[in-house]
């Protein structure tokens, strides 16, 4: 059965760095596209950012460019997000997800769920 595992979710400060990891079984990796997405206390799941199959092309939601980078490892099955510059508005449940079709910015499109990791940024 497919199983994905996000890791390295934390306590961070306001300005500090942090990055999360997906470890995928179960599937074959390199044929989905990649994407993570976040869901904050009281709000709905919104998207991040995702990766191709082949990670030569990557797509962020606004409020993470240039802080964000989503990269992946087709071998190891695994997908990363390294964040920077956090804000306090970055605070949420992380959860990466796999789909079909690149680019895939809506959770309808994925199939895929993990259970989601909690990264906390303090002002």
């Known amino acids: 059965q497919v199983q994905l595992v996000e890791s390295g979710g934390g306590l961070v400060q306001a300005g500090g760095s942090l990055t999360l990891s997906c470890a995928a079984s179960?599937?074959?990796?390199?044929?989905?596209?990649m994407g993570w997405f976040r869901q904050a206390p009281g709000k709905e799941r919104e998207f991040v950012a995702t990766i191709s199959r082949n990670g030569g092309s990557t797509f962020y939601t606004d409020s993470v460019k240039g802080r964000f980078t989503v990269s992946r490892d087709n071998p190891k099955s695994t997908v990363a997000l390294q964040m920077s510059v956090l804000k306090p508005e970055d605070t949420a449940v992380y959860y990466c997800?796999?789909?079909?079709?690149?680019?895939?910015?809506?959770?309808?499109?994925?199939?895929?769920w993990g259970q989601g990791t909690q990264v906390t940024v303090s002002s």
């Open positions: 997800a796999a789909a079909a079709k690149f680019p895939a910015t809506n959770g309808i499109e994925y199939n895929f």
């Open positions: 179960g599937l074959v990796f390199s044929t989905f596209t």
